[in-house]
């Protein structure tokens, strides 16, 4: 034991007289059935720790071991510093509440000290301060989709989880009166995915707020890498979902700040993962992260593709279709395509179509893609419904939802083919490339 440890003991002796125990309940939803979901109150032991802690503070300030140990804090080598890169978590008072919050058990009567645990946290923490790296595990809960394995591996070591009713009920957030009402956290005890990446992030402890730093940069790679895995998704699979807030586990736990659930959540599971959708997905986050299968072509029809998937307004999602299904369509040999626009774009269209799916027919895909970037065109310049109408007879669509359905299903179909191709022989790369694919299926 070293002299700050053998200071930290003794302080905790007196602690355990001087820490009076404060309740405070929350409510957390729980499963308790396949039928019922129930929100029930629970003790929030870490904040009512807390608050203990809090209201006990000045007078275990008073404590003469308080201030010997502080002294022997502010000697230590490491931890002398450790205020400038973790803030008031790094500061004696800080490390001395998050030691006591992590080890402690609150019962209805008493604090129950574990004191060779609160050692061991001190030394974890003290260790922290001095990582030139930390590990951290981000999670979010994909919500609107569910899988038919327990388990899948997804790319940059990104695990999709399928959570059973006990895993679900461990992992479901507390909530607070003062905070939320908590009417959407119920939508994650009916939600079972869960999605995991382990991020390593440096840390440069001579920064000032370098912990602060390095949390932030590894909640900022999360979201990135989440973010292409939902957009893969939403490109290999027909169906809404979304990500909740992202979670980070490891560091200094209590640095974590508040997150917010989504407002708008799917209530019906549309999207199903299966292990036949893994290698489209694979290639679809390869396109969409930068990898060595995309070119500036793609990303361009991705980006606008996946602004349509988003979108609830129909004439706002085919628009953003259309102009998905041109940056492919009307580029020739890497350029833009500057005349006969409608023409090209409806029969490239029907010959990449016909390619990608033999069994489609090239003369109802002609007529289809040119009612599509007819609609397109009408809408954005003011067009009323009387003509949008006709224009989705002619192409043999009920309404825009389906057309929409149409480009969506064609373009996912699409974008896997080409992502298969060498990115020198894409049709819209090579020379001639429409042309051989029309005249020779190539």
């Known amino acids: 034991m070293t ?47 807390a608050i203990s802690y809090g209201k006990s503070f000045e007078e275990i300030k008073k404590l003469k071991s308080y201030n010997i140990a502080n002294k022997a804090f502010e000697r230590d080598k490491v931890f002398a510093n450790s205020n400038i890169t973790a803030g008031m978590w790094g500061a004696f008072n800080g490390v001395l509440e998050y030691i006591l919050t992590s080890t402690c058990k609150l019962t209805t009567s008493k604090i129950v000290f574990n004191h060779s645990a609160a050692l061991l946290q001190l030394r974890k923490l003290r260790e922290l301060f001095t990582k ?24 940059d070591e990104v ?44 840390v440069d402890h001579s920064k000032e707020h370098a912990l602060f730093i390095a949390r932030n940069e590894a909640e900022s790679n999360a979201r990135t890498i989440f973010g292409n ?35 708008e959540v799917p209530l019906l599971t549309n999207i199903t993962i299966a292990k036949s959708d893994i290698s489209n997905i694979n290639a679809a986050y390869d396109l969409i992260s930068g990898g060595k299968k995309g070119d500036k072509t793609l990303s361009r029809a991705l980006h606008r593709f996946l602004l349509g998937r988003k979108r609830t307004d129909l004439v706002d999602k085919l628009v953003d279709y259309v102009i ?38 090239r003369f109802m895909n002609i007529k289809q893609l040119k009612a599509a970037y007819s609609v397109r065109s009408i809408i954005v310049h003011g067009g009323g419904d009387a003509d949008i109408n006709r224009l989705l007879h002619k192409g043999s669509f009920n309404n825009l939802h389906s057309l929409c359905d149409f480009l969506e299903d064609n373009f996912r179909k699409t974008i896997i083919w080409l992502a298969k191709k060498d990115v020198k022989n894409r049709p819209y790369r090579k020379e001639y490339g429409w042309e051989k694919l029309i005249w020779l299926g190539e």
């Open 132 to 155: 030139k790296h930390i590990n951290y595990i981000a999670t979010t809960r994909l919500i609107g989709a569910t899988t038919t394995s327990k388990r899948i591996t997804l790319p």
């Open 229 to 263: 895995i939902l957009d893969a998704i939403l490109v290999a699979i027909s169906g809404k979902a979304m990500l909740t807030a992202i979670e980070l586990h490891g560091g200094i736990e209590q640095m974590s700040a508040f997150k917010s659930i989504p407002n």
């Open 3 to 49: 002299p700050l440890e053998s200071k930290i003991a003794t302080l905790l002796v007196d602690c355990e007289s001087t820490l009076k125990p404060y309740t405070m309940t929350a409510g957390r939803w729980q499963i308790k059935s396949k039928s019922e979901t129930q929100l029930e109150t629970i003790v929030d032991e870490k904040t009512s720790l």
């Open 159 to 202: 695990e999709i989880l399928r959570l059973n009713a006990k895993e679900i009920n461990d992992r479901q957030p507390l909530i607070h009166s003062h905070l939320t009402n908590g009417t959407h956290y119920i939508n994650l005890a009916d939600n079972n995915l869960e999605l995991s990446l382990p991020i390593t992030v440096p």
């Open 324 to 361: 998905a299904w041109e940056a492919l369509l009307l580029t020739q040999d890497g350029s833009p395509i500057t005349q006969e626009l409608s023409y090209r774009f409806s029969i490239n269209g029907a010959s990449i179509l016909n390619t990608v799916d033999r069994k489609l027919d």
